[in-house]
């Protein structure tokens, strides 16, 4: 990805409303610009000739949604669009054409009434980068820009961090700190098995040693939260959709369907 100036136009798209998105949303606005927000009545054809040519189209929608709306962005958009979500890789970009996205790696949650929590520094990256990173500093959010070639990295360091909690939480339910620190085979076991798919879908080396070492500091730096998450199940039925379609052995997630999801469900 490229690090060109950032545009000069003030105007930011914002895709998705959610509690992630109205933290981009304050961000955006305290460092002065003006933001557009795009919802589900939104006319978006309407709102893409207004504004063709936005500073970014920020994209905060969950995972399940994020590939119906990147097939259905205008083409204008695409070459400004900045990307949040968990379980990114470059490949869920690139199938929909878009080739340079501004990618933040989120490391902070914000819930209901309840303030932004941030766990690590969210690593940006990307033509925006500088843009989002001042954003999020303004209103107290830890940011800081990296290299384009240390994304696949930061990315595969945040699956590993949700994907390990959230699906052998499923087993144990309490907190990382309690899952981590009680339950180190299940955790190796479950992280074996999430770098297996990993590695296939990123078709790309990256430092595996410093994604665990990544993961290990996220579990330190707030022991307290929570390991399973409302998302858990869905997050493993992907895993295991992944596994399935690439013939990747994953044992322990598997295991870990066969226990919890008939439960959970």
Not at 144 to 168: F, P, Q, S, T
Request: proline share 6%; net charge negative; hydrophobic share 45%.
């Amino acid at each position: 990805m490229s690090s060109s100036p950032a545009n000069p136009s003030d105007d930011i798209v914002l895709i998705g409303l959610g509690q992630m998105g109205s933290v981009f949303a304050h961000a955006f606005l305290r460092e002065g610009h003006t933001v557009h927000p795009v919802n589900r009545e939104t006319d978006v054809a309407a709102l893409a000739e207004r504004f063709p040519d936005p500073a970014l189209c920020m994209v905060t929608v969950g995972e399940a949604d994020l590939d119906a709306v990147l097939a259905d962005l205008p083409e204008t958009w695409k070459k400004k669009v900045g990307l949040v979500q968990n379980e990114l890789l470059p490949a869920s970009w690139k199938k929909h054409g878009i080739e340079d996205p501004t990618v933040a790696v989120v490391w902070f949650e914000k819930k209901p009434a309840i303030a932004t929590k941030v766990i690590l520094p969210t690593p940006i990256a990307g033509p925006e980068a500088a843009l989002v990173s001042r954003s999020l500093l303004r209103i107290g959010v830890g940011a800081e820009m990296v290299d384009d070639d240390d994304l696949l990295r930061e990315l595969v360091a945040k699956n590993l961090y949700i994907l390990v909690a959230n699906c052998a939480g499923l087993a144990t339910g309490g907190t990382v700190g309690e899952l981590f620190g009680e339950r180190e085979e299940l955790v190796q076991a479950v992280t074996e098995d999430v770098l297996a798919i990993q590695r296939v879908l990123a078709d790309h080396p990256f430092d595996e040693k410093e994604a665990r070492r990544t993961l290990e500091r996220a579990v330190a730096s707030d022991p307290d939260h929570g390991a399973r998450g409302r998302s858990a199940p869905a997050r493993l039925k992907r895993a295991l959709a992944h596994a399935a379609e690439h013939g990747i052995d994953v044992p322990r997630l598997q295991q870990l369907a066969d226990d919890h999801l008939d439960v959970v469900d």
